[in-house]
């Protein structure tokens, strides 16, 4: 790649860069000129590229003092930023970083800070704490980058932000990075930012072309069993499954496991070093599949993930694109897929409109249709091997197995031994469910119909209401029926026997800090609308 750093050009090019991606292009030279920056973008678009390459020629390597500081929201971005830059100026000999993040040793960060590291990468807890015992000083610092801004302010860092900020040199650039521009991002910039460019490059309300996105129907109880035959038929390098609860990432790495997938799982309750343990091998592809919860897997920038399964729909359409994010990277194209159960169909249009893209509907395929997609790549696998790679000293043992076998026995017989280990499907059935609109209950059928006048316009999603219901009335999962969230009401069906029971837990209750009612719903068949003149 043409760099005008030819050190930097080098490791560049070792890293496989071709070009400069878009937001590259327009934040570089910004930042080059000294300008503060709001970068409107996704992750993976290569934002840390994007401010890397300006502070490397712009560092003063003789300067003992701390002149960039990266603040990310976990320390699994922070680890991946400051890899990426140490990667970036591999050929810089003068260059020295380092992360700074809980969860580790502060002895050996503490060791870290006194080789006088030009560029420190941290969040916000432990880079407050050590900014407060003047282990990290800022008073001679050039450069600050909040990535991920809009994150950090999710986890409730807006306070350890300030404090770092105010402790900083008031003559730095700032540069800002954030997939969302909420009220206390923009009171950010306007109190901290002098007079800053704004660039947009993917808004957070659409996904990236180079993604094919497809959703499945299928039941609960055969989630797992799909999952298995699409990474059958796809056979990616690289899988990243998505979940909504710790208990089913685990439930879905136990059961993937004992059908011989190499796969493992993070999630909030690992220990810091078993999940950076874990990270590691997927990022080196030592894993084949790794299964988490979005707020472990927040930040996670790794290469060549060519498919992502939400197993779960994910609670909020702004999740299924930074789930899908993870694939598609930097002109590389991705797989997303989605499993979709029971009253979580309706969702899918929530999710289109909100990132303005077309989810398909596909069938999971049938054990036949794996077969001879497994059939046709074993052949493919065998011609190019031919094709493409000497065979000589196989020869000898080739000759020898056909002077006392049938070619064809010899050639199944070893077919049979470079079989995929993973476990056959059991379940050979369809698994592709189809589900209908709710059902008109005639009054006697032992079902009530209600209707609360909160919906999707208040945020309210249907895991909200049933767990309300669920928590106020004892009623159980089963016996919510026909959840429908419309933009300002929402309607579920309960059993009759439980009305008394229903009408006084929730009248009058507060969801999502709304006072809401709740009514029996009316009967809409038998009437007509009037024509307007």
Known sequence: MNYKNTLVAKSLTEMGFKDFTDIQKQAIPLIEAGTDLIGHSQTGTGKTAAFTLPFLEKIDYNNPHVQALVICPTRELAVQVQTEIEKIGKYLPQLKTTAIYGGASMHRQIKALKRKPQIVVGTPGRLLDMTNRNLVKLKNLEYLVLDEADEMMKMGFKEDIEKIINQSNTNRQTVMFSATMPKQIVKLTKQYMTNPEMISVVSDEETNSDITQYYYQVQPKHKV??????????????????????????????????????????????????????????????????????????????????????????????????RIGRTGRIGNKGLALMMVSGRDKYRIKDIERFTKSSIKKRNIPTPEKIEHVTKQKKIETVTSTIEDKPLTKHQEMAMELLSKHEPVEVVSALLKMAADEIQA????????????????HAPGQG????????????????????????????????????????????????????????????????????KTSIQVAKERGGRRRRKRR
């Open 425 to 440: 499907d059991q379940n050979h059935a369809d698994l592709n469910a189809e589900f209908k609109g709710p059902k008109k």
């Open 225 to 322: 069993d799909a999952v298995t035959r699409l990474l059958q038929v796809y056979q990616p390098k690289l899988t990243l499954i998505f979940c909504n609860t710790k208990r089913k990432v685990d439930q879905v790495t136990i059961a993937l496991t004992q059908k011989g997938y190499n796969v493992n799982k993070i999630h909030g309750d690992l220990s810091q070093p078993s999940r950076m343990q874990v990270l590691e091998s997927f990022h080196q592809g030592v894993l084949d599949i790794l299964v988490a919860t979005d707020v472990a897997a927040r930040g996670l920038d790794i290469k060549n993930v060519e498919v992502v399964v939400n197993y779960d729909v994910p609670e909020k359409p702004e999740f299924y694109v930074h």
């Open 447 to 514: 079902e009530t119909r209600y209707h609360f006048n909160i919906g999707r316009s208040d945020g309210l999603s249907p895991k909200e209401l049933v767990d309300t219901i669920m928590k106020r009335t004892r009623l159980k999962n089963e016996q919510i029926n026909n959840v429908i969230i419309a933009k300002r009401s929402s309607f579920f069906t309960g059993p009759s026997k439980k009305h008394n029971q229903i009408m006084k837990s929730l009248t009058n209750i507060k969801i999502l800090n709304k």
